[in-house]
């Protein structure tokens, strides 16, 4: 896996994790850590997790590099 895919996939782990607390207890981990859900930086941090969202998308319709693993040879 490439570090940039690792790096989006980590900032949309981020953005789940925020939905969950969020949804269980209606608390906005990243607008609390950021100045608050309307701040410029909690703004800045979700728009650039929902563009590493956007950025993954493609790769739910690619084969998996794992899949085409060339049999061993007798």
């Known amino acids: 896996m490439s570090l940039f895919r ?3 996939l980590l900032l949309v ?3 789940g994790l925020n939905w969950g607390i969020y949804g269980i207890w209606a608390f906005d981990a990243v607008g609390w850590l950021f100045g608050g859900s309307l701040g410029w930086l909690a703004r800045a941090v ?3 997790v929902g563009l590493a969202a956007i950025a993954l ?3 739910l319709f690619m084969p998996d590099s794992r899949d085409h693993r060339e049999p ?3």
């Open 6 to 8: 690792n790096i989006l």
């Open 13 to 15: 782990i981020v953005g």
């Open 46 to 48: 979700f728009i650039v």
């Open 57 to 59: 998308i493609p790769s």
């Open 72 to 74: 061993n040879a007798p």
